[in-house]
Every structure is written in C-alpha cells, then in structure tokens.
C-alpha cells in the first residue's frame, strides 16, 4: 500500500516526479550514491518539483509530517553532502527539473537562473549573450548552480572573480517551513540588515533550498592566452605567482599547480593529453591572462612575464598556447588529474587552503611527515595557488589495494593532514564543504565561538532539523 506522504508528494509534484523503490524497473541509484562511490543510502523517495511553489508545497508536507529532506542538484559534491542515510525515511529533493535561465539583464550585467541549471549551459547562455559567467570547475558538465551556491564552489578563476558567493548578487529560498523568500533582486547595494543571501551560500542546503539565483556577468575578454611553466619547488611556484600578480594585474585568471605524480598519473592513465614538461621538473604551473585590449597585447604581456620569470629562476622552462585548441587541451590536463586519480584507485582526499605565503613550507613538512608514517604513500599533490587551494590527496603506495589503504589508515591521515592545516593557520575545506565526511571533524578545527553561532542560527531557522540532517554540524 502506498504511503500517504508519497500520495501527497504524488499530487505535488505529478506521479512521473516521486520514484520510489515499490517500482522494480525504477534505479534509485545515481540519487543515492554519492560520485564517489563511497557511500550508498536509502530514500523514502525522489522528488523532483518543477517549480518553487511545488518545493514550497513539499517541504511543507514534509515539515508536517517531520520527514527529513536531502537537497540535491547535479550529484557531483565529494564529501558525502547530497545523499541520503541508509534509513529509508528521508526524501532527495532534486532541483534537475527546474533548469530553466529565468532571464537576463545586460545592463545590469546579470543573468537570473533557476537552482537546477547545469554550470556549462549557464556559462553557455551567458556566452551566447555576449558576457562571461567566469565559474568553472571540473564538473561544469554535470553540477548545478544550486549546488555550486549551496557549497561555495571555487574552480579555476577564484584569483581573478572570487568563490560562487562574489559571483551572486540574490537568491531564491525556500524555508524550512515551506516558505518562499523572494530575494532575487540584482543589487549590488542593499544595506537593510543582514545578510541572508550570504548566509545561504555555504550552507550546503541545511538552512534553506536554494531554488534560484541571480548572478553577475562579466563583458568577455578581448583575449584569453594559457601558459604551461615548469618550476623548480613551490616555493618557485609562489615567487612565480606574485610575478603574474605584477605583470598581469586583474588580467590574471587563472594559476594552477600541479605535482609531478598527480601528473604522471594522467600520463598513464591518459597518454594521448600530451603532458609537457612534467617529468623534467618537480612542479608546473597553468597560468591564464584575460586581456581587455587584444591578442597581441596578452602575449607581449605574457612573455615579458615568463623572460623575467626565466631571468629570476622561478620558472626553468615554458609554452605559451598559440591558439583556443591548444589552450583546452592544456586545461583539459589539469582537469583530467581527478579522473586519473581516480583509475589509480581510491585515495584519501584533502581540500584544504593556507595562506599562500606559506604554503610552501606546509607542503614540505607535510609531505615529509606522511612519508614517515606511512611509508611508500603516494602525494597527489594540486590546485588554485592563486587563492591558496590545494587538493593535498594521499593515494596507496604502490600495489596496495586502495579499500585496505584507506580503511587502514583514512583516520590517522586526515587527522595528520588536519593538525598541519591548523598549525599552518588553514582551512580543512576549501571549496568542497564540510559535508558527512569532516562533520565529525568540524568541532576540533572550528573556533568554539563559531560553532556555537551556527548552530544557533541552525536552530532559529530550521528547529525540526529537517533540510540536510547530519551534514556541516551534524
């Protein structure tokens, strides 16, 4: 017999639009799985609304009822933050239907789009408009904007535009008692009392359902060029960064490390990408110059950057693209090391950040530590240096079986690792959130002050517990 909360989410949403596990030719899998494979739940049911009063009227019925809510939007997050527990009472909310770009307003440089939009076809409307949506990850082809807000996502262009929350100006939210905050408008001034828009993002839906957004454009570059450099340590890598930062100005969108075993496993994994430099040299870097004025003007620019970089020994040698193919194919490296890590096998993940001045320093006595406890571990070392990211990952030492490594040792390293990004005045989550997986950790790295704050603000606005139990603050 069907449940009387499925009937009424039936009538909500459509019969189409609430799967449940009484339909034997029905998966629930790519809802209950997160993209790491590592955790499996049960959900009561997957509900997908199609509009905000369809979420409106669903968390309504689940605030009734007292039934729990797991947000979800592309399913591509990596810390366990968008599936649901193994109890089999809890409902996915899955925002893929309401996908729609609401609309756009050149001149107040916005584009207005609902949660479930995938990044790549918001960067394509924007694109299509004449403007550049600057966000971009390694999941654009899956993730959604509601996921992205709901974790403050980075990517590759933070140095230059800032996380997803300098990229939104207004927000769209359902409460948790199935309310619907308007607050889509798009200024960029709007000092009357706090800042709930700010307050959402990051929150990792356990505050609010983010059901749209209104973010910022940008006037498209004149011209983009990528360079590909080989340093000789990290800190070569940081001397090369405050160059670019001189040379390039706001023109630098771009500046990424990558290690020299994180590139040798898309070098084995992937030997059709071509890898320069790597194997000559410990670290590379992929930088990108955003000129307003012309082509001829960026790489000028770019090569006097790279001639002082060669002259000061921070970079021992170097290409810059010649055209738009060459460019991909050399972001599609560095894009491809989260791929390649995981054909290697499963490893310990870290998405960390430390003030840039230091990270060299970190990186050494990290590394140098685990290498003693762990003998033989393998560093997967890479990210934004430009805004003080690393994605510091921890792979089996060779011929070890990546479940034992992990179920051996996943403990003794994070609370390793995260010792270090405390003593190096860091973050243990950089743009990934905090998720299942740290929440137990939160309360050991977070100012007490802090936590306290936050769960005071959990508990005003969601008293049942019901939006995303058991995630940020447990």
């Keep these: 017999m069907t449940q009387p909360m499925i009937v009424q989410l039936r009538q909500i949403c459509g019969n189409a639009n609430v799967l449940t596990h009484d339909d034997p030719a029905t998966d629930l899998s790519p809802w209950e799985q997160d993209w790491r494979k590592r955790v499996r739940g049960r959900a009561l049911a997957v509900v997908r609304p199609g509009n905000t009063a369809q979420v409106a009227a669903v968390v309504k019925a689940c605030a009734a009822t007292s039934t729990p809510i797991v947000p979800?939007?592309?399913?591509?997050?990596?810390v366990v933050g968008g599936v649901p527990d193994s109890s089999g009472q809890q409902i996915v909310l899955s925002m893929t239907r309401?996908?729609?770009v609401r609309a756009i307003d050149p001149a107040n440089l916005t584009i207005t789009v609902e949660a479930g939009c995938v990044l790549q076809n918001l960067q394509a409307a924007a694109d299509k408009a004449g403007f550049l949506f600057p966000l971009s990850l390694g999941a654009e082809g899956s993730c959604t904007i509601g996921g992205n807000l709901g974790t403050n996502a980075g990517g590759t262009q933070v140095v230059r535009y800032g996380n997803t929350r300098e990229l939104c100006l207004g927000l769209e939210v359902v409460t948790a008692q199935g309310e619907i905050w308007h607050g889509l408008s798009g200024l960029r001034k709007d000092n009357t009392g706090y800042d709930l828009r700010n307050l959402m993002i990051g929150s990792e839906g356990t505050l609010g359902i983010i059901t749209a957004a209104t973010l910022k454009l940008y006037p498209q570059p004149a011209a983009q060029l990528t360079a590909w450099?080989?340093?000789?340590?990290?800190?070569a890598a940081v001397q090369l960064l405050g160059l670019a930062h001189q040379r390039l100005g706001p023109g630098l969108t771009g500046f990424e490390v990558m290690g020299q075993f994180a590139l040798s496993l898309v070098d084995k994994h992937y030997p059709q990408l071509r890898v320069p430099l790597s194997q000559e040299s410990p670290w590379c870097v992929l930088l990108e110059n955003s000129d307003s004025e012309s082509?001829?003007?960026a790489r000028a620019q770019f090569e006097a950057l790279l001639e002082a970089a060669l002259e000061a020994g921070c970079v021992t040698d170097a290409v810059v693209a010649e055209n738009l193919s060459q460019a991909q194919g050399l972001w599609h490296i560095r894009e491809s090391i989260t791929l390649a890590q995981a054909q290697e096998g499963l490893n310990i993940k870290h998405d960390i950040s430390i003030?840039?001045?230091r990270i060299p320093a970190f990186v050494a006595e990290t590394d140098a530590l685990l290498a003693r406890e762990v003998p033989g571990v393998r560093m997967v070392d890479f990210g934004h240096l430009g805004d003080g990211n690393l994605h510091y990952n921890v792979q089996a030492p060779e011929g070890v079986d990546g479940q034992t490594f992990l179920h051996e040792n996943e403990e003794r390293v994070n609370t390793l690792v995260f010792d270090q990004v405390a003593k190096f005045d860091g973050s243990i989550s950089a743009e990934h959130?905090?998720?299942?997986?740290?929440?137990?950790?939160?309360?050991?790295?977070?100012?007490p002050t802090a936590l306290a704050m936050m769960r005071a603000v959990k508990k005003a606005l969601d008293p049942q517990n019901l939006l995303n139990p058991g995630r940020v603050l447990g």
């Design 229 to 235: 450099a080989a340093v000789p340590s990290m800190q």
């Design 355 to 357: 003030p840039v001045s």
């Design 98 to 100: 309401m996908n729609a």
């Design 433 to 447: 959130g905090v998720g299942e997986l740290k929440v137990g950790k939160l309360p050991l790295y977070k100012d």
């Design 72 to 78: 979800q939007g592309g399913n591509t997050g990596l």
């Design 295 to 297: 082509e001829t003007h």
